[in-house]
């Protein structure tokens, strides 16, 4: 069956230190991988999107890697900060298409220590 | 703009009562998904909509119907609400094209007792 797994279910780290998570898929051929920030009551906020042909992509000190072979991605956050604590999920898209038909992980909650 | 919006934040029920989740959203958006998100579990697909007038199952359907009369407007329905509906719903929408990325709501916690 098809399945989706972010390896940490918490992660805790030190201020300035790079965060990585990461996020496995079994039974898939993703052509989109998104990941999502999600802040405690609120809904997921959008931050990366990757596609099956890139390997990485970089927003300000977020960094995404998409490994089809592995059938893995690594979220990185370098310089973390202690604003940067939320839940990370990431959100498999099969079709490639913004039809909101997208497949999360269960999410990592971050927690960067000042 | 107010992005998409959901009524009501939180909500308790009793097992067998009916009611329905609004969720609306002003940016024009085609795409229109309903998601619950339970512990542990991630957030689950419920139904879909790619336009006024057509929509179609997610991954967890059953017991919940929708209907898109407008862009604008999603409203999901329970029927005849179950504790096994306790959870956070989540109404996104997207448009086709640019970065594929959803906007989601605020949530609606539901609780059926």
């Known amino acids: 069956s098809q399945k989706i797994e972010q390896n940490s279910e918490a992660l805790n780290i030190q201020e300035g230190k790079t965060a990585t998570l990461t996020c496995n898929y079994t039974?898939?051929?993703?052509?989109?991988l998104q990941w999502y920030r999600q802040d405690p009551g609120r809904g997921p906020v959008f931050l990366l999107l990757?596609?099956?042909?890139?390997k990485e992509k970089r927003k300000e000190r977020l960094k995404v890697t998409f490994d089809t072979t592995l059938k893995q991605s690594l979220f990185h956050i370098t310089a973390s900060q202690p604003a940067d604590s939320a839940t990370y999920l990431c959100?498999?898209?099969?079709?490639?298409?913004?039809?909101?038909?997208?497949?999360f992980g269960q999410g990592t909650i971050l927690t960067v220590h000042p | 703009n107010a992005g998409v919006t959901q009524t009501p934040k939180f909500q308790v029920l009793k097992t067998g009562q009916s009611m329905t989740l609004q969720c609306a959203q002003d940016?024009?958006?085609?795409?229109m998904s309903w998601y619950r998100q339970d512990p542990g579990m991630g957030l689950r697909l419920i139904h879909y909509?790619?336009?006024?007038?057509?929509?179609d199952q997610g991954e967890v359907p059953n017991g919940y119907n929708v209907s898109r009369s407008t862009t604008e407007d999603f409203p999901l329905r329970l029927l005849s609400a179950a504790p096994s509906q306790t959870s956070v719903y989540f109404c996104?929408?997207?448009?086709?094209?640019?970065?594929?990325?959803?906007?989601f709501g605020p949530g609606t916690r539901l609780t059926v007792l």
């Open positions: 996104a929408s997207s448009s086709p094209g640019g970065a594929n990325e959803q906007f």
């Open positions: 039974n898939y051929s993703p052509a989109y």
């Open positions: 990757i596609r099956e042909n890139e």
């Open positions: 959100a498999l898209d099969p079709l490639g298409t913004s039809y909101g038909k997208l497949t």
């Open positions: 940016m024009n958006h085609e795409y």
């Open positions: 909509s790619v336009g006024a007038g057509i929509t």
